[in-house]
């Protein structure tokens, strides 16, 4: 916590938390209005996520929005490995070839209405050719045979190391208790409130293309995070899902996740 009035310190404090991860939607927000007025060279994109993951870790390393936490503890470490991975899991499940011969009108229904936009299949999900992406697919840029093994492991350590960490200090960390006051610092991670938590879930979601997964998910990180108090397990956890789903994504060839 931090004592008396620094409004310096203070107004620090809050970027720390939420710049890194502002500009990070900023990025994506420029990236994506320059695609529509102009074609971009072939590798923009994987070169722009390179270079957005360095900013925004620069930015956090330069705020340090963690000095008012206290380290993470091996107890709660331990529960950060177990729902990192179990979210991993629930991510990857519904879009495993096992699932759509199991349920394949479960795994039609996914794709059409639980990732946006609902009511439309995602670009890389052709029911013909599945879990062969379609041809001309973007999110194949990241194959380490089109952009090289530098881009494709840059891409796997901004989503571990970079995005997950300044997500869970900009939701958990920030907003889950700036919605209740201005000054969030003083208000304890632990200290529970029904209706914010949804609405951090719901944002937090709604963030992700797979916007039910991606509440799972935000549900799963908050209640570590509220839970222990330790906002650093929930960062654990959010990149050891990151760093699970990366790995899939590149052992298997499944650029779609990407």
Not at 14 to 27: E, M, Q
Not at 182 to 197: G, H, N, Q, V, Y
Not at 207 to 216: C, P, S, T, V
Not at 235 to 247: E, V
Request: positive net charge; aromatic residues 18%; hydrophobic residues 55%.
């Amino acid at each position: 916590m931090m004592a008396g009035s620094d409004q310096p310190a203070e107004r620090n404090l809050a970027r720390g938390h939420a710049a890194p991860f502002l500009v990070w939607v900023g990025c994506i927000a420029v990236l994506a209005a320059a695609e529509r007025l102009f074609p971009l060279p072939a590798l923009v994109q994987p070169w722009v996520y390179a270079v957005k993951s360095a900013a925004c870790a620069a930015l956090f390393l330069w705020w340090r929005p963690w000095r008012i936490y206290p380290a993470m503890r091996l107890r709660n470490a331990l529960w950060a490995v177990a729902a990192g991975l179990a979210v991993a899991g629930l991510w990857v499940l519904p879009e495993t070839v096992w699932f759509g011969q199991a349920f394949p009108s479960a795994q039609a229904f996914y794709h059409r209405w639980l990732i946006l936009m609902p009511g439309v299949y995602p670009d890389y999900y052709d029911p013909a050719r599945f879990p062969l992406l379609p041809p001309g697919f973007a999110g194949s840029i990241y194959d380490p045979a089109v952009c090289g093994w530098g881009l494709s492991l840059a891409r796997l350590v901004g989503s571990a190391l970079v995005i997950a960490v300044i997500e869970e200090f900009f939701f958990r960390g920030f907003l889950y208790r700036w919605l209740r006051q201005e000054a969030f610092w003083k208000i304890p991670l632990t200290r529970w409130d029904l209706s914010t938590f949804w609405i951090v879930v719901l944002v937090f979601g709604i963030e992700h293309d797979r916007w039910l997964a991606g509440m799972a998910a935000g549900a799963v990180y908050g209640l570590l995070a509220v839970r222990t108090g330790d906002l650093w397990a929930a960062a654990l956890a959010h990149g050891l899902t990151n760093l699970a789903l990366g790995a899939y994504v590149l052992l298997c060839g499944r650029y779609g996740f990407w």
